[in-house]
Every structure is written in C-alpha cells, then in structure tokens.
C-alpha cells in the first residue's frame, strides 16, 4: 500500500505535467529550490501545509485531494496561450483557482451541484 507522502509526491508530478510547468516554475512559485521539488516527487523529502495549500490553489484541486489515488477527475482546468510562464503568471492562476474551489465548496454547502469543471 502507499503511504499517504508517495501519493503526494506522484500526484504533484502527474499535475505539474500535465499543465505543462517545470520543476523550476514550482520552485520560483513556492520561494524554494528547484531541487527540493525533485525531492518531494520522489518521496525524499516531505512538503509543507502551505505548499501544499499553494499547489493545490495552482492546479485546481482541494488539498485533500492531493492525497487520493484518482485527482484527475477533479481538476479545475483553465487554457492558457503564453510562450513562457513566470511566478506572477503562477500566482495569478493560484488566485484564479482558489476563487473557483471556493465558489464549489459554497454550493456544496448550500445544498446545490458542484459548478461544472
């Protein structure tokens, strides 16, 4: 069985390529070495709350979810056209997301539907 940090570790990975952004990007985005980022996809190194708060902000996902075997299918997903990706791009799409995770968990508790991904 995995252990709850491999799951985050591989998740990250799965996540961060699939929106296409490097090691690096999350580095400057989290205010780390790029090779801590490495560590922590490789399960060498564990992450902290707020990282993982941030990163889940950053790809659209709740922060619990970061821990499950399947997050793909709760994905908030935006489309983006840029030739390059800096740590303002980042924050604005953590702020983005945050706002839309938010809007969802309201409606869930008020009793409505999840608003379409």
């Not at 996540?15 to 801590?36: C, H, I, M, P, W």
Request: net charge negative.
């Amino acid at each position: 069985m995995e252990n709850s940090m491999f799951k985050v570790g591989k998740n990250i990975k799965t996540l961060r390529e699939q929106s296409g952004f490097t090691q690096s990007n999350l580095a400057k985005y989290l205010n780390v070495d790029q090779s801590l980022i490495s560590k922590i996809e490789k399960n060498e190194r564990s992450i902290t709350s707020d990282m993982l708060d941030k990163l889940s902000a950053l790809f659209g996902v709740a922060t619990d979810s970061l821990n499950k075997e399947s997050i793909l299918e709760n994905q908030i997903s935006i489309a983006l056209r840029a030739s390059e990706i800096n740590e303002g791009d980042l924050e604005t799409i953590g702020a983005i997301n945050r706002i839309a995770l938010n809007l969802n968990f309201m409606t869930q508790l008020l009793g409505g539907r999840e608003i379409d991904r």
